[in-house]
């Protein structure tokens, strides 16, 4: 198993040309947010515009637009129909197809903060953007019987679980030690060909080439991101960091693993300077989006 290190961040890094403008950096479309859970997306969003991607736009439940699209002006907002208990409805599925053919975006982040949205599974099983997949999007997928019989491993895709959501996905238990931790993250790479993320102290990542398996463990982070939120802030990263990856390699399985690597490392390193300021018993994680560019200087000093 190998250490993601400094050294492998830098290499691995998106350039940012002097000559480029936005459409250069990849659109991030984020599908987050419900009435209980508003701050998930937000956090997404503004983490994937922190890591550099060009453009973001997020759907939401409309009525959580005027407050979110004030309160993050750089984001595009897509207000969504919403059911009575406040998530993204069922009939979201072709507004939101409407809006990927006329804006084009790169890649989506689907499921923080979505609870049991009627949107996810047609999202999940017909969808055909570039994906992270992320929080209730993973839940979505846990409650269909045989998913990963049907899953399509020619989607570019992140899967990003917590050890409870990686219990689930698998229908085992979670995983209490790291030699377990281990084997569920190379178990899910295996039955979806996708970069799988097994959140935690030492976060690992997992890839599969050429039906080899390739592990990588985390160098960075501690206890000031075991906060609520914290995982939004990753899957926006990722996302962020892919976006430029992408648009500028094409997307695929090579990009979306440089991708996990770099975000993985880079949301660790934010987590630790935010503590430097504030401990590891007060980061929020809107503290740790906030010194993503301060990881970024210490990196590249």
């Known amino acids: 198993m190998k250490q993601i290190t400094r050294d492998i961040f830098r290499s691995l890094l998106p350039k940012r040309p002097r000559q480029a403008h936005k459409g250069s950096f990849g659109r991030v479309l984020v599908v987050a947010g419900s009435r209980t859970m508003c701050g998930a997306g937000f956090l997404c969003a503004k983490s994937a515009l922190r890591a550099g991607a060009g453009l973001v736009f997020w759907a939401l439940p409309e009525s959580m637009q005027p407050a979110f699209a004030a309160a993050l002006p750089e984001v595009i907002t897509l207000p969504m129909p919403q059911n009575r208990r406040g998530e993204i409805a069922a009939e979201a599925f072709g507004l939101l197809a409407d809006f990927i053919r006329l804006r084009q975006p790169s890649l989506m ?124 802030v990753l899957s926006g990263v990722i996302a962020g960091l892919w976006a430029q990856l992408g648009t500028a390699e094409g997307f695929n399985t090579q990009t979306a693993l440089k991708a996990a690597l770099c975000g993985v490392y880079l949301h660790g390193l934010a987590g630790d300077l935010a503590a430097v300021k504030r401990t590891d018993y007060g980061v929020l994680a809107g503290d740790t989006a906030d010194s993503i560019p301060q990881a970024f200087l210490e990196t590249l000093a």
């Open 109 to 232: 982040v689907l499921g923080p903060g979505m609870g049991e949205s009627p949107l996810l599974p047609p999202v999940l099983t017909q969808g055909t953007l570039p994906l992270v997949a992320d929080a209730d999007a993973l839940n979505a997928l846990a409650r269909q019987n045989g998913w990963d019989q049907t899953w399509p491993r020619q989607r570019p895709c992140i899967f990003t679980p917590h050890p409870g959501e990686m219990a689930r996905l698998l229908g085992t238990r979670t995983a209490t030690d790291e030699a377990a931790r281990k084997e569920q993250a190379e178990m899910l790479c295996q039955l979806t060909g996708s970069v799988s993320i097994l959140k935690g102290a030492g976060t690992l990542v997992c890839a599969q080439r050429e039906g080899q398996l390739y592990l990588w463990q985390n160098t960075t982070g501690g206890p000031a991101l075991a906060k609520a939120g914290s995982g939004d």
